[in-house]
């Protein structure tokens, strides 16, 4: 994924391939965190929770069936069971994804730090 803006109030990532493409919002201002999903150039319904919801951020690892492929896929946790995956990657760059959504969200936040982002597996 690829940062496309990186403010103290909003952070915005894009992913894109041969058949999706995904986009995260994270926006302070607005309390909101919104991701948009195209599979083969057809919009999915977006999915959006107040940032106030987030969990955790952490990587799911998945064993690609067909290839037999490690992937390592950002997961932003809203509680309740419910999770949000962004694009499957290799590890240095799910870490690297991890680690910028979570630095994003304790900035200004007492005290709040996490550890650095460890696929579980």
Known sequence: MRVLENTPGRLALQSSGFANAV???LDKPEG???VQRKVLLWP???????LD???DVTISEVKDAA???QLHVPVINLGAGRLVSLS?????????VVDTIRAFLDAGRDGRGRKPARPRG
Do not use: Q
């Not at 999915?44 to 107040?50: G, N, S």
């Not at 499957?88 to 690297?96: I, M």
């Open 23 to 25: 986009t995260c919002i």
């Open 32 to 34: 909101t965190v919104r």
């Open 44 to 50: 999915r319904t977006p999915i959006e929770a107040p």
């Open 53 to 55: 919801a987030i969990e």
């Open 67 to 69: 290839s037999g492929t």
């Open 88 to 96: 499957a990657t290799d590890k240095d760059v799910a870490v690297e």
